[in-house]
Nanobody, 125 residues
Framework: QVQLVESGGGLVQAGGSLRLSCAAS????????MGWFRQAPGKEREFVAA????????YYADSVKGRFTISRDNAKNTMYLQMNSLKPDDTAVYYC??????????????????WGQGTQVTVSS
């Protein structure tokens, strides 16, 4: 079992920044593909960013490219999402997720095995 705990959400004005963290339990964190997803009220959960365990290029949703940066510190079993130039449309509950299978499309929610409880991000205009 893997437990994921997000933190760092909050209320910020448009144009501001936040950094989300996702702390993972378990000794095989470095082998997991990790992802960030978000869900706004009345909408489906959507992909934000992902990164494989062995490095490689990150994946980003078009809506956040150039503004968000995903990173991970395998020594600390922690993943981050640096969010800059935030917009009101970024308001959502943000979830981190882990997938054991390194293959397959990391943008699909169905491929993830473990999920955190979510952290609220609210961007005011």
């Amino acid at each position: 079992q893997v437990q994921l705990v997000e933190s760092g959400g909050g209320l910020v004005q448009a144009g501001g920044s936040l950094r989300l963290s996702c702390a993972a339990s378990g000794r095989t964190f470095s082998s997991y593909t990790m992802g960030w997803f978000r869900q706004a009220p009345g909408k489906e959960r959507e992909f934000v960013a992902a990164r494989g365990g062995s490095g490689g290029s990150p994946y980003y949703a078009d809506s956040v490219k150039g503004r968000f940066t995903i990173s991970r510190d395998n020594a600390k079993n922690t993943m981050y999402l640096q969010m800059n130039s935030l917009k009101p449309d970024d308001t959502a509950v943000y979830y981190c997720a882990a997938r054991i299978n390194a293959y397959g499309d990391p943008r699909k929610t169905s491929g993830y095995d473990y999920w955190g409880q979510g952290t609220q991000v609210t961007v005011s205009s």
